[in-house]
């Protein structure tokens, strides 16, 4: 069993700035697979896999706070998702996560959401607005925040 989050962010990004500003040093940061795709392990390390992939007209969905529906839809966005085993989520694979969120979005400017499984909403920045979504039953949950947020 494993969990997979995403964070989305809007447009047409160049993937190796979005590659680099995930990593902590140059050991962590993801290598291109293919123009479009660049992906590193970091299970032992981090506690998740991530990779960094671009794409257009994408539509998400998700659950938000009090089961209210929400979706976007964008014509060009890259997505940057963190894979984790469920050994080791709480204590090594989401906080590294949250991490790595925070860094994406003290880096760049871009509208963002963050999605675990495809179907719960747990962040959104809109116009440099962050908000946290599933508070209690997510974010209060695991005890963090996103730093910067």
């Not at 970091?42 to 209210?68: C, F, K, M, P």
């Not at 080791?88 to 979005?105: F, H, Q, Y």
Request: with cysteine; aromatic share 10%.
């Amino acid at each position: 069993m494993s969990l997979g989050y995403c964070l989305t962010l809007a447009g047409e990004l160049p993937l190796d700035e979005i590659a680099a500003v995930t990593a902590l040093g140059p050991a962590e940061r993801p290598t291109p697979s293919s123009p479009r795709l660049f992906g590193v392990n970091l299970q032992d390390e981090r506690g998740y896999s991530i990779s960094v992939h671009s794409g257009t007209h994408g539509y998400y969905w998700a659950e938000g706070d009090h089961d209210a529906s929400w979706e976007w839809k964008l014509d060009t966005y890259v997505n940057v998702t963190f894979d984790m085993r469920k050994y080791g989520l709480v204590d090594k694979g989401i906080p590294n996560m949250v991490a790595t969120v925070g860094r994406v979005l003290a880096g760049r400017g871009e509208d963002a959401a963050l999605v675990q499984d495809g179907n719960y909403l747990l962040l959104t920045r809109t116009a440099g607005v962050v908000r946290r979504h599933r508070q209690r039953q997510w974010w209060n949950h695991y005890g963090l925040d996103v730093p910067g947020a």
